[in-house]
């Protein structure tokens, strides 16, 4: 399989690893990471020998979710912002209709979009020392990709606004704890604890294995129905917002004087 350089695809037998490929960045979205993780699950679906998903990131970090840069072409240009919209659409219907399972091996921090990656997948491993947060709401955005549709589902209403509103982490033993995560796994055995889930996955029965998937997410099909479209045009709607925008200038300033000091 060809895979852009920011997303790579390997085959291990039935399984099928994903890697977030940008690790001096935390994994955090370009356009071609953004763009591959759009179309990469109905390549996998159309795969005949793929069985199960193993979705991970490079580095120390699973993804730290946005990236600046993107942020602001995204608050002056329309149609690039019709695109990152679109595609994150296409990452969330593409995930949850995707009919291989799919594992989620959480080795750091994932944050924004990651974190949303994470909580699409099937079944969730996470590093003891990594972390999951949602901090849409801090740089003035709505969490429409994916933390307002799914959140709710797996913590409930109440813990999911908080979660939302004030984007605190939530670290392995509390993912496991409130049910974003299966369980919690030392860092270092992480990929192998992953890979041997998926191969246990692998060797269940095709047709029962995909139909339970599909059954099961009915309860996310009926949430998308009524949740995704309004929240995906929110988020649209904040992003060319003068609080986001403010925000996002001064985490630019901010890490410019950061940078100018380490410098001398």
């Known amino acids: 399989m060809t895979d852009p ?37 109905h390549t996998l679906a159309d795969d005949p020998e793929a ?19 993107i942020m602001t072409r995204v608050q002056r240009d ?16 593409g995930m949850i209709r995707c009919p291989l399972p799919v594992i989620a091996a959480v080795n750091g921090p994932a944050v924004g979009l990651g974190c949303s990656l994470a909580l699409l997948s099937d079944l969730v491993l996470i590093a003891d020392d990594a972390y999951i947060a ?45 049910g974003i995560a299966n369980r919690a796994v030392p860092k270092d055995k992480l990929l192998d604890e992953a890979m041997h889930l998926a191969m246990r996955v692998a060797a269940l029965p095709v047709r029962a294995l995909r139909e339970t998937k599909r059954a099961v997410n009915l309860h996310l099909e009926q949430a ?7 929240a995906l045009l929110a988020e649209r709607d904040t992003m060319h917002d003068p609080d986001h925008i403010a925000v996002v200038e001064k985490i630019i300033a901010s890490r410019g004087r950061r940078r100018a000091v380490e410098k001398g």
């Open 134 to 178: 949602d901090p849409h709401v801090q740089v003035g955005l709505v969490a429409g990709d994916g933390g307002a549709l799914v959140l709710p589902l797996l913590v409930g209403l109440t813990r999911a606004k908080e979660l939302l509103f004030l984007g605190d982490r939530v670290g392995a033993e509390e993912a496991v704890r409130l």
């Open 224 to 230: 998308m129905n009524s949740v995704l479209e309004p």
């Open 51 to 69: 069985r199960v998903v193993v979705l991970t990131g490079r580095g120390r970090a699973f993804s730290a979710g946005g990236n600046f840069d």
């Open 5 to 41: 350089v920011d997303l790579v695809v390997t085959s291990h037998g039935p399984v099928r690893l994903i890697e977030l490929n940008r690790p001096e960045q935390l994994n955090a979205m370009s356009e071609e990471l953004h763009s591959g993780l759009a179309s990469v699950w």
């Open 78 to 93: 329309r149609a690039f912002r019709e695109q990152n919209v679109d595609e994150a659409r296409r990452i969330i219907t």
